[in-house]
Nanobody, 124 residues
């Protein structure tokens, strides 16, 4: 059992940067694999990035590779998503998620816990 709370969203101009944070509470001693997803109105939830419990493995959607960086600080029970070179198509609600086991990472169905989301809006 873990609770996730995202923060750091906001309004930014195209080409700008934002850093999202996801703070975990509850059973944070469990080794969770973490992911970031995003969802625009009328669209399905879309995988953005994932990181293994130890931080040694990361995965990115092609749409964000080279622009976004996922990281985690287990001492702070926090996972981050650094977003650079933002584009209007990055506009979405961004959610962090946690799952117990390794394996599939890009499908929201495999994640056990979700945050409430934080809005990211990129203006042109």
């Amino acid at each position: 059992q873990v609770q996730l709370v995202e923060s750091g969203g906001g309004l930014v101009q195209a080409g700008g940067s934002l850093r999202l944070s996801c703070a975990a509470s509850g059973r944070t001693s469990i080794s969770y694999n973490m992911g970031w997803f995003r969802q625009a109105p009328g669209k399905e939830r879309e995988f953005a990035a994932a990181i293994s419990w130890g931080g040694d493995s990361t995965y990115y959607a092609d749409s964000v590779k080279g622009r976004f960086t996922i990281s985690r600080d287990n001492a702070k029970n926090t996972v981050y998503l650094q977003m650079n070179s933002l584009k209007p198509e990055d506009t979405a609600v961004y959610y962090c998620a946690a799952k117990h086991w390794s394996g599939s990472y890009s499908h929201p169905q495999v994640y056990d816990y979700w945050g409430q989301g934080t809005q990211v809006t990129v203006s042109s």
